[in-house]
Nanobody, 124 residues
Framework: QVQLVESGGGLVQAGGSLRLSCAAS????????MAWFRQAPGKEREFVAA????????NYADSVKGRSTMSRDNAKKTVYLQMNNLKFEDTAVYYC?????????????????WGQGTQVTVSS
């Protein structure tokens, strides 16, 4: 079992920044990839970014590329998503997820464990 706990969401004005955190616990050693997804009301869950635990390689959705940075702290078993220049359309619940694989990163079905989510609201 792997437990994922997100934090850092909140209300921010357009153009502002937020840093989300996801702390992992449990049997994490089998899990290669951590990712962030988001889901806005009435929309499907959408891939945001992923990082590989072993070497820090990252992958981003086009919608956030250049505005967001995902990183990891192996000692703390924590990943981060720094989001800058936030836009109204970034408003969503952001979820952290864990996968044994580094493949098909944008598909929710790749991931075995999910956190409860943290709300990000961007006011225009």
């Amino acid at each position: 079992q792997v437990q994922l706990v997100e934090s850092g969401g909140g209300l921010v004005q357009a153009g502002g920044s937020l840093r989300l955190s996801c702390a992992a616990s449990g049997r994490t050693f089998n899990y290669l990839t951590m990712a962030w997804f988001r889901q806005a009301p009435g929309k499907e869950r959408e891939f945001v970014a992923a990082v590989r635990w072993s070497d820090g390689i990252t992958n981003y959705a086009d919608s956030v590329k250049g505005r967001s940075t995902m990183s990891r702290d192996n000692a703390k078993k924590t990943v981060y998503l720094q989001m800058n220049n936030l836009k109204f359309e970034d408003t969503a619940v952001y979820y952290c997820a864990a996968s044994r694989n580094w493949a098909i990163l944008s598909s929710p079905t790749t991931y075995d464990y999910w956190g409860q989510g943290t709300q990000v609201t961007v006011s225009s």
